[in-house]
């Protein structure tokens, strides 16, 4: 297994609530608000493969969107897809997504729309966007580029970035903090269950927030 492999396998092991105590302790900026899965299809991780798009025009795109970050991407990686928000038009369908699927990606986070939603389901492709909608892009927006900077819920992300997304939302770890981030993660993960614990064996939320100091979990050093 490879050191990127071990970082995934170890924040499948976590929930974005995790991760974003850990951003929040460390001071990052990590989570993207409002975006969700579009069906129960689970919790996703893995390396973030960029896509950013724009208004359709003079210009003309050189490739259909989504088509180099498909091809380009590698097994277990996820998709992101800045639309800028934008819930009337989609950037991602069913042909996209089998692809994906085919490819071995592991999902798809947008920030903007889908369509084909009754789909992803047999595809077995998790989607996570901000909104449905069965408008395509054909004449409304186009990719105006790949594997660059983009945003995601007003959250910076680059390519080699780490997400995170599951029924809480989406996190997204700068690859550089990565073992800080999670290594955070899983510890106040293992309090969490110890306080779990203690209140299932009997102990009273005061004595548990005396005991663990819950109010000040995250307090400690913080990074800029």
Known sequence: MTGEDALRTRLLALSTCNVSDALDKLGIRGVAIGIRPVWDCGRIAGRAVTIKITAAGVQKSRHHLGTEAIDGGGAGDVIVVDNGGRPDVSCWGGILATG????????????????????????????????????????????????????????????????????????????ESAEQVIGEAENLLGREEEMTAAIAAGASMAEVDGRFAYEKMLDGDRQG
């Open 100 to 175: 994906a699927k085919r490819k071995g990606i592991a999902g798809v986070v947008i920030d903007g729309a889908c369509r084909d939603a009754d789909e992803y389901p047999g595809i077995g492709l998790p989607v996570y966007s901000r909104a449905v909608v069965p408008c395509s892009a054909r004449g409304r927006i186009m990719q105006e580029s790949f594997n660059t900077l983009v945003q995601l819920g007003g959250v910076q992300v680059r390519p080699g970035d780490l997400v995170l997304a599951d029924e809480n939302g989406v996190a997204v770890i700068p690859i």
